[in-house]
């Protein structure tokens, strides 16, 4: 049994996992899950708990990464736009580590009051991601030929770079477009801004993408975009620019995931008309 069909049977039991309802029922199970504390604490106190990792998480400790961390994926997608799947591999192996890293590293603080902190549901979710791009990476089923591209297929590209360039101030949740602070805030760390340009590239180039990685990934950005919804407009209103940030996760994944599954039920309803034909091809080569 060759790799080649050994990756074909993988992927083609990925994309009918990835179409069934249950498995978003256990994503959104996992994404509830409660939070760890090194530190016993109330319930009742699990949004400050969570506020506190989200404010200090252990990959704000390395800021010196964070120019880098814009710089590197808008090469990546020129990259991709001018030299197609030349690019592929690069691209498909960041996105892979960043939702690694964002898993360990966004979804973790060490507070004074709590000790170590994990946002265990933040945590389970970001691994699936990851792992459904380092299956990516090596099944590399996206497909990102320079073929020419309808034009409003570029809807997303300022709703992406809004995302990247990030313009708040955290610590006062105010807007902040000030050119430094565009360029070197840590946007590029965090799984809510990163979302929608990895979303925006997939549909750009879909449907030559791996459909598994669109929906999961997709959905991730739909559970994170609604939760942030809830508390920048409702809970914490007076974050309210932040809420305004989250707009184009919300957006592009919820455009994402129904472009991958309208896809899907399109593929499938394409194939149940040609069955009656095959069948009635065969049946006169049998007459």
């Not at 106190?45 to 990464?65: C, K, M, T, Y």
């Not at 990030?166 to 360029?183: C, Q, Y």
């Not at 508390?231 to 209103?237: A, T, Y």
Request: hydrophobic share 55%.
């Amino acid at each position: 049994m060759s790799s080649q069909f050994k990756i074909q049977c993988i992927q083609g039991k990925l994309d009918a996992v990835t179409k069934k309802w249950w498995l978003y029922l256990l994503l959104l199970l996992l994404f509830f899950i409660p939070t760890y504390a090194s530190n016993p604490y109330d319930p009742r106190q699990s949004v400050d708990l969570i506020g506190a990792v989200l404010s200090a998480p252990l990959i704000n400790a390395f800021p010196i990464v964070m120019p880098l961390a814009k710089l590197i994926p808008v090469v990546l997608i020129v990259g991709l736009l001018a030299y197609g799947n030349k690019a592929r591999r690069a691209f498909n192996a960041y996105v892979a580590l960043l939702y690694l890293a964002l898993a360990f590293l966004q979804t973790a603080a060490v507070t004074d009051t709590y000790g170590l902190v994990v946002i265990t549901g933040n945590l389970a979710l970001l691994l699936i991601v990851a792992l459904a791009w380092g299956w990516e990476a090596v099944a590399e089923r996206n497909d990102f030929g320079t073929r020419q591209r309808p034009l409003w297929r570029w809807w997303v590209a300022p709703l992406a770079v809004v995302s990247l360039l990030a313009p708040v101030d955290t610590r006062s949740m105010s807007p902040d477009f000030g050119l430094v602070r565009l360029l070197t805030n840590e946007a590029g760390l965090t799984c809510c801004m990163m979302t929608p340009v990895v979303l925006a590239v997939l549909t750009f180039f879909h449907p030559t993408v791996n459909p598994a990685v669109l929906r999961v990934t997709s959905f991730a950005g739909l559970l994170l975009g609604a939760v942030n919804m809830l508390v920048w407009f409702v809970v914490e209103p007076w974050g309210w620019w932040m809420g305004v940030l989250h707009i184009p996760l919300v957006v592009i994944s919820v455009y994402a995931f129904v472009l991958a599954h309208v896809r899907a039920a399109g593929v499938a309803r394409d194939a149940g008309q040609h069955r009656p034909r095959i069948r009635a091809n065969e049946s006169r080569r049998l007459g």
